[in-house]
Structures are given as structure tokens and as C-alpha cells.
């Protein structure tokens, strides 16, 4: 059975090929490498033994889509090809209102002239923004986003739902999965997170600050109130969230009724500090973080982490893996990758 995976060469895209692999099914990537590298469609296939279906493409293009899909007779698609960088998102909101929502636009009214019926998109627990209460259920209510990036996510879970509402005749199910913060990589260490550049998320900065690449990590503030002063988060093995979208996809083709909108988070349900989080990577991996503390950056939530017991219940999904695994598999891929420039 074929699922496209947009965006199927980056961070949580290639390890959901991975999973969706292991799990039966044929994943077909579509991506056009504009954020991801070739160097992972080879790890995929050491991985999983054989070279997975590439099409090198964006998804804006309704004449490319179509073409994909009447060829290869997809059964769904996860939706990951997204740009995603919340400061670049301030500068260029126009690129990423046209690539993250136009793409959208297009693959949805491809699917629905092609008469494929699930998708799974990708959304995030910045919808919630600052939570009133932890942990965050799916009831909590969504914030205004702050920042393009983060309203591109709303935006799309909008588009979705009304798009669902609108269906009288027509099938369509769809899951936005709400993903907290990935973390780690495959086991394998052959594929993992390549970010450009200087990195933007936690555990890159980490393991390149370990590796001795970046100098110390800047820890954004140590006075929030929180019980050691930095923020909390809800880090995920980014194994376990490529597995979610397994659970999510076959929870879609089991479901007989023509139409489903839901959203669900995708957490572990523990919230985790900075400082804990650096800890523990010091423990588990034997080294030193060198570290110093910043002034906070700007737009961070002081808190959230997942209730995550819909996922469970519905998906019949939980995490499984622990931190120590997630935070031992990012510096193990860091080992594995080539210096960054
Ligand atoms: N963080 C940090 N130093 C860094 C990068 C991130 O202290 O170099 C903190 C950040 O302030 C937040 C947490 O790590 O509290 C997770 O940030 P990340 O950018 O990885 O994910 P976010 O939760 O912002 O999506």
C-alpha cells in the first residue's frame, strides 16, 4: 500500500519513511531538497534494504501531483514539506504563506480529484502558544499565533477542517498530529537532523556544542518560573513520532465514515527542562555540554508539554522510548555526520 510522504527526506519525514516501511507499507517521497539533504534518501536505503520512490519536486505544482498519483496508485499521503524556520518566517512571511498554505491548497485539491482520501498533516503545539493549564489536551484553546511560521500551522488546520465540513459527497479523513519536540534519530545513526547552518532547536545546538563545532550553548534564560528557572518542554524520540503517523495513517483506513477531521497530540506527557534536558545528555553520553546563560529569546513559552492520552486511546499509540534514548541517538548521529561548515 503506497502513502506519499511530502517532505519525505527531512528530519521527521525520513524517519516516518522508515517507520511507515517497517510497518508494510511503500512510502513515496516527494521533495524538492530545498531544506534536506540526498545524503539521507541513502541512509533510508541502508535502512531499510532497498531504494525508496523519490520524486524530486515541490508540491505546488497540481499537474506534478496528479501525475504522481495516477502513477503510483497512492492510498494517502503524510504531509510534512513545510518551511519551518520561525525567525526566517518573520522576514519572508509571504514565501512561507505561499509555500507552507499554497502547497496545501494544491495537494488537497489533488487529492480530492484523484479520490485519494487520508491525510495526515503536520502540526504543532505552538497552536497552543502559552498554555493557562498543563498538561495541554486538545481541548485547550488555541492562541494567536506568534509568529508566520505558527500561523501558517493554524491556517492549515483551519483549511483542513473547513474543507472536511464542506464535503457532502465526497470521502475525506484527515488527522493534523500536533507534535511536540522531536528529538534524537534512528538508532542506525544513518539518518537523522541536518540543520543549515547554525542551529535554531535545542539538541542540534547541543550536540554540536559537544562536538565542539559551536562554541557553548546559550541557554535562553534562567528565569522563568519554572523550579530551576528554565523553560519546559515535551521532548520526543523522533522514532516514536515517525511511529504515531504509522498509527495515525492505519487509524484513517480502518475508519469507514466518510468524513473525519481530528486533531491529536503527539507527546510523550512529561515536561522536561533545559537544564534537565542538558543534564541528562552530559549523563548518558559521558561528556560535557560547555553551556553559558542568555537572556531569554524572544516569543518562548515558559511551559508546555502533551496530555497525550487521545493519541493512546485513539491510535492506540504511546511514546516509548525515554529521553536518555532520544538524547543518546542525537549524539550518536552527530558522531556519524560530517562537520558542518
Ligand atoms: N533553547 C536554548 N538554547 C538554544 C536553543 C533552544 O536554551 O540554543 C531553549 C528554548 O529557549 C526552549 C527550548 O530550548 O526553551 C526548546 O527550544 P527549541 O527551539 O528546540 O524548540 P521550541 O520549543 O522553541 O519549538
Redesign the pocket.
Known amino acids: 500500500m503506497k502513502v506519499l510522504v511530502t517532505g519525505g527526506a527531512g528530519f521527521i519525514g525520513s524517519h516516518t519513511v522508515v517507520a511507515l516501511y517497517e510497518a508494510g507499507f511503500e512510502p513515496i517521497i516527494v521533495d524538492d531538497f530545498s531544506n534536506s539533504d540526498p545524503q539521507i534518501i541513502e541512509g533510508i536505503t541502508a535502512i531499510i534494504g532497498k531504494k525508496p520512490t523519490v520524486y524530486q519536486e515541490n508540491c505546488h505544482s497540481m499537474d506534478v501531483l496528479k501525475s504522481i498519483f495516477e502513477k503510483e496508485q497512492i492510498e494517502g499521503v503524510i504531509h510534512f514539506a513545510a518551511f519551518k524556520a520561525?525567525g526566517e518566517s518573520m522576514q519572508k512571511p509571504l514565501e512561507y504563506y505561499d509555500n507552507n498554505l499554497g502547497s496545501l491548497i494544491v495537494l488537497l485539491k489533488c487529492m480530492l480529484e484523484c479520490g485519494v482520501k487520508n491525510l495526515i498533516f503536520s502540526s504543532s503545539c505552538?497552536v497552543y502558544g502559552e498554555p493557562d493549564a498543563l498538561p495541554v489536551t486538545e481541548q485547550t484553546p488555541v492562541k494567536p499565533a506568534n509568529s508566520v511560521y505558527g500561523n501558517t500551522q493554524q491556517i492549515g488546520e483551519e483549511i483542513l477542517s473547513d474543507t472536511v465540513r464542506s464535503l457532502e459527497h465526497q470521502s475525506l479523513k484527515v488527522l493534523s498530529l500536533r507534535y511536540f519536540?522531536p528529538v534524537g534519530a534512528h538508532p542506525s545513526a544513518l539518518i537523522g537532523e541536518l540543520p543549515r547552518g547554525v542551529?535554531?532547536?535545542?539538541?542540534p545546538?547541543m550536540t554540536q556544542a559537544a562536538a565542539g563545532i559551536r562554541g557553548a550553548?546559550?541557554?535562553?534564560?534562567d528565569d522563568y518560573p519554572t523550579p530551576d528557572g528554565?523553560?519546559i518542554?515535551d521532548y520526543i524520540h523522533v522514532m516514536d513520532l515517525a511511529e504515531a503517523h504509522v498509527a495515525g495513517f492505519r487509524y484513517l483506513m480502518s475508519h469507514e465514515s466518510p468524513a473525519i477531521y481530528d486533531v491529536v497530540n503527539v507527546g510523550t506527557g512529561s515536561g522536561v527542562s533545559?537544564l534537565e534536558l542538558l543534564q541528562s545528555f552530559e549523563r548518558i553520553n559521558g561528556l560535557p555540554v560547555p553551556y553559558k546563560i542568555g537572556p531569554r529569546?524572544e516569543g518562548?513559552v515558559v511551559a508546555v508539554y502533551a496530555d497525550a492520552s487521545k493519541a493512546e486511546k485513539m491510535l492506540c499509540w504511546k511514546a516509548l522510548r525515554s529521553i536518555e534514548d532520544g538524547l543518546r541517538d542525537a549524539w550518536n548521529w552527530q558522531k556519524n555526520t560530517s562537520k558542518p561548515e
Open positions: 520561525v505552538t519536540n542551529p535554531n532547536n535545542l539538541v545546538f550553548l546559550t541557554i535562553f534564560g528554565t523553560c518542554r533545559v529569546r518562548d
